[in-house]
């Protein structure tokens, strides 16, 4: 392949203040140090685009992309005003280097065409890939088969897609992913499945609007950490440490205690606070909380400061919000204390997890709980577009879509969705968001059949990576 010389954009240094997007400076956050930009380079290797930038500590990254271009947020970072740089050749044409705000680096890429892309990050140095989307494919490993049925339904025969995978192979991992890299970004599977190179990725939790973001709904666990608090009584993927996978329900336990033994529940994770408790916002939800009317920083165990509105999350800590009318409930901290944060899942040992629901398939029968759930009928018996995840009596993992309506499918309802999960073997199933959102990746491409509008993002996927171990 052909390899043009490597470029390199040296720039300064620069340091600026880290403000608060839209509220008051918060004195507790100045003793954190923002990363800098130190160096931008870039190589074309064809029509890929290889663009690395290196920073003087690490950082975390957020991830957007459309037909025009791709953009990663770094942060917390700095950097001097907006660098942009030409690229002669391939799937980009423009990269640009900007602060966007006191806490947050662009890195902008504009293409010429529609593309792909990959993003590393390693201590500090964050790489992004850009390629065209031919290039996309990935190979499937011996632990990964696809294939395409058609179903009986009452209406007629609907066309299906599974994915049966090997969780006991050894280079094969089945976990959640999160649109755009973080809580309060939204991604479609595609996109998420090159970003990681999935070998397959099926969507994943139902999701909610709040201020213009989607946020998921229910329960994701990724690697032990809880990012997301389930929803009473729905149904579970899990996997455990050992990488065991299970369905079934799962309860969550939460609270604050301070020094003095004052315990205050947790309410929420990453997600606005609900009545009788606090919200807890991780890292992994973004730069900043959403606007709150209190929230108090906690970093190293330790309060460091409150404020109001949208507040920056600390990348070696987490920030804690109320309501207006529960800010009682924050009233007893003060600067300085020691507290320590208590989260627990039942049953314990979970690695990952992600909620769906209701169930379908349980111990090899048909077991559709929707009302116990919190599902009504009339989502029970639309034929529509339907995703699903199932776990066979040998202990493989299916990924499953039916197709919408249209082109000669009937789409399916939940009994004939239980129905089919059962014929391919399932011991235990649990239905996906489904509708437009239904979408599975194989190999690099989406073999389900799109909506009308194209595909839609989520917030969260199912992802097996493929990742061998090196001799």
């Given amino acids: ?34 990363a800098r930009v130190l160096d931008l380079s870039w190589r074309l290797e064809g029509q ?17 992309a459309s037909a025009y271009g791709v953009a990663v947020d770094f942060w917390t970072a700095e950097s001097q005003s907006e660098r942009v740089v030409p690229l002669g050749a391939g799937v980009a044409s423009l990269v640009s280097v900007r602060q966007l705000t006191p806490h947050i680096v662009r890195l902008s890429v504009t293409l010429r065409q529609p593309a792909r892309f990959k993003v590393f990050a390693r201590e500090d140095r964050v790489t992004v890939t850009v390629f065209p989307e031919w290039q996309g494919t990935v190979p499937l490993p011996p632990s990964v088969a696809y294939q395409t049925l058609r179903a009986p339904t009452r209406a007629g025969r609907a066309q299906v897609h599974v994915v049966t995978l090997d969780p006991r192979a050894p280079a094969l991992t089945i ?86 033994g004052v315990e205050v529940p947790i309410s929420a994770v990453n997600r606005p606070p609900r009545s009788g408790g606090i919200a807890l916002y991780t890292p992994e939800y973004g730069p900043l909380t959403p606007s709150q009317a209190l929230v108090a920083v906690i970093r190293g165990d330790q309060v460091v400061g409150f404020s109001s509105g949208r507040v920056a999350i600390p990348s070696d800590g987490y920030a804690l919000a109320t309501a207006a009318s529960q800010q009682h409930l924050l009233g007893g901290l003060r600067r300085g204390q020691p507290v320590k944060l208590h989260m627990g899942l039942s049953p314990a040992g979970i690695h990952h997890a992600i909620q769906g629901g209701p169930g379908l398939v349980r111990d090899g029968q048909i077991h559709i709980p929707y009302m116990w759930e919190g599902f009504g009928g ?44 059962l014929r391919l073997g399932s011991r235990d199933a649990m239905n996906l968001d489904g509708g437009g959102s239904a979408t599975l990746v194989v190999g690099g491409r989406v073999v389900s059949a799109l909506p009308r509008g194209g595909e839609r993002t989520v917030s969260s996927m199912l992802v097996a990576l493929h990742r061998p171990v090196e001799p």
């Fill in 1 to 34: 392949m052909h390899r043009t010389p490597r470029h390199r954009l040296i720039v300064p240094v620069l340091f600026v203040g880290l403000g608060l997007l839209g509220t008051p400076f918060l004195p507790a956050l100045a003793t954190g140090h923002a």
């Fill in 48 to 64: 890929t685009a290889i663009i690395t930038t290196r920073l003087s500590a690490p950082v975390r990254y957020r991830t957007a």
């Fill in 175 to 260: 976990r959640p992913a999160l649109g755009g890299a973080v809580i309060s970004a939204a991604e479609t599977t595609s996109v998420a499945a090159a970003r990681l190179e999935a070998v397959a990725a099926i969507n994943g939790n139902f999701y909610s609007g709040y201020s213009g973001l989607s946020l998921p709904l229910g329960l994701i666990v990724i690697e032990g950490r809880i990012l997301s608090a389930p929803l009473p009584r729905r149904t579970v993927f899990a996997v455990d440490a050992n990488g065991r996978p299970w369905i079934g329900p799962v309860e969550f336990s939460g609270r604050l205690v301070t020094d003095a």
């Fill in 378 to 421: 009339g989502f029970t018996r639309i034929r529509t577009a339907r995703s699903a995840i199932g776990i066979t009596s040998a202990g493989k993992v299916l990924f499953v879509t039916v197709d919408r309506p249209g082109r000669g499918s009937t789409g399916i309802n939940l009994p004939e969705l239980a129905a089919l999960m």
